[in-house]
């Protein structure tokens, strides 16, 4: 990838080596306080989130299921429980620190004999085509600096029949709720960041990430574009969250 | 109206319940055993009247609740709401008895009986949560104190009831005593029986008065032809 090549990090444009060096260090600072800041930012709600993308994943015993841009691995708990013994769940995630920190949660509650950590970008993901039965990636894509590319990638490994959930900040449905959640995110989320992380500029990033990212029909869109049929997206606690899902077919 | 808006309540119920029920369990050491046997099976359980579906797996970790799935599961087992709770305190929970209640199963039977039964031993241990709350020597305390109570209460309310019935049998006599609505019991079983066998002399009369007519008729229809050839 040439580095003349611009794209966001936050409201500012800058070249894409700078948006993946920036991401990383945002979330190298975030990562010990990243569960705690998100049950305080989303009161508890970012569970029923996540909860609901598990649910529609279909996910079954014996499956093989990648947790793209996992962080502190939520999810991955979640899916080791479905997919049992026989089945295989793969934690990935592009920062090492986010990495370190699901697995020690992971371990520590007692999960490891069906997840492999893999440390990848989701932009040329190191497996063979049609690998797993289903992908998520929650809260990671907006992150991505060339996020076709990543869905691209993601679409290749999926195997025929598989399905990808994006969840992911989308735009509000209600434009008087847009407005509360605007001031919300611009001014209490820094404050928030500041008070219990120590870290003000990584929440105003996530802030000004939220709005830049694709509203929910540019990224069914784009998913289509990537090679996913039957794309649908379900708007969650008012279009705060959106949950994309496409199959690969 | 936004179309694709999806409401988080079902998923919000089914996390509290797998919640509660996971602690509870962790604190029924039987029903844990007996539930690993089924470890790996998906129970779907469609309540009706309020509708609300819930698919139960058996993981090692416990159970996991989902409002939401696709595919079928081992086992769905489909009924009102009250109908399944009663069910839980019945001993019977063969599918004959299942299906007396309204219940329908599709899917393993077996299974289906196995899971209800082990719903029905559910045996939690309340000190032990009590203890994860407020301490090992409070909890004992107040598990005691609350037994006792429900112990007092018992007996108290046994003797309410006793004291009642004598008052309104023997004092008032309003009610009848078990003696006498025995005696009356029989005598409308007497009464019946009398009744059935009336009823049955009843048809065999009218029987036999019905198998008489033809007899008179064809009589008189045989005097008036022999009017008829005479000279």
Not at chain 1, 206 to 211: D, F, G, Q
Not at chain 2, 63 to 86: K, M, Y
């Amino acid at each position: 990838m040439s580095d003349d090549k611009t794209t966001h990090f936050g409201f500012k444009t800058v070249s894409t080596a700078e948006k993946a060096r920036h991401v990383g260090q945002v979330f190298h600072s975030v990562a010990q306080k990243y569960d705690v800041m998100n049950d305080l930012m989303s009161l508890g709600i970012h569970r029923l989130w996540k909860r609901y993308t598990i649910e529609m994943s279909g996910a079954r015993s014996g499956q093989t299921i990648l947790d793209l841009a996992g962080g502190t691995g939520d999810l991955t708990m979640k899916f080791s429980r479905i997919v049992g013994e026989t089945g295989k769940v793969f934690l990935a995630d592009i920062n090492s620190s986010m990495l370190n920190v699901g697995r020690d949660k992971l371990l520590d509650h007692g999960y490891a004999s069906n997840i492999e950590y893999v440390q990848a970008n989701a932009e040329s993901l190191p497996f063979a085509d049609n690998t797993f039965d289903c992908i998520t990636i929650a809260f990671g894509l907006r992150n991505v600096t060339d996020k076709q590319k990543a869905l691209e990638s993601m679409t290749r490994v999926l195997k025929p029949g598989g399905r990808l959930l994006v969840l992911e900040f989308s735009k509000p449905v209600n434009p008087t709720f847009e407005k509360i959640y605007d001031r919300y995110s611009f001014s209490l989320l820094p404050f928030m960041g500041k008070l219990v992380a120590n870290d003000s500029e990584s929440y105003q990033y996530l802030a000004e990430s939220i709005r830049m990212h694709p509203d929910q029909n540019t990224l069914k869109h784009m998913m289509r574009k990537a090679g996913l049929d039957r794309v649908d997206y379900h708007n969650l606690t008012g279009g705060i969250v959106a949950l994309h899902r496409g199959f690969k077919y | 109206m936004d179309a694709n808006r999806q409401s988080l309540l079902p998923t919000f119920v089914t996390e509290q319940l797998e919640r509660v029920a996971n602690r509870a369990l962790h604190n029924a050491p039987l029903t844990r055993l007996q539930l690993h046997k089924l470890e790996g099976k998906s129970f779907g359980i469609e309540l009706q009247r309020p509708h609300f579906p819930l698919l139960v797996s058996v993981t090692r970790k416990g159970l996991l609740f989902q409002s939401h799935w696709e595919g079928s599961a081992d086992v769905s087992i489909r009924g009102p709401a009250t109908a399944l709770l009663r069910q839980l305190r019945q001993d019977d929970t063969t599918p004959a008895a299942l299906m007396r209640a309204g219940i329908e199963v599709d899917g393993d039977q077996l299974l289906a009986q196995q899971f209800v039964k082990v719903m029905k031993d559910l045996d939690i241990d309340l000190e032990s949560i009590l203890g994860d709350l407020i301490g090992d020597l409070a909890a004992h305390q107040v598990t005691e104190i609350a037994r006792t109570g429900l112990d007092w209460l018992g007996r108290a309310g046994k003797a309410l009831l006793q004291q009642s019935r004598t008052f309104l049998t023997e004092e008032r006599k309003v009610l009848l005593t078990p003696r006498q609505h025995a005696r009356f019991r029989d005598d409308v079983e007497a009464l019946r029986e009398d009744t059935d066998r009336l009823e049955a002399r009843l048809r065999q009369l009218q029987q036999h008065v019905a198998n008489r007519q033809p007899l008179n008729s064809r009589s008189q229809k045989d005097a008036s032809s022999q009017e008829d050839v005479s000279p």
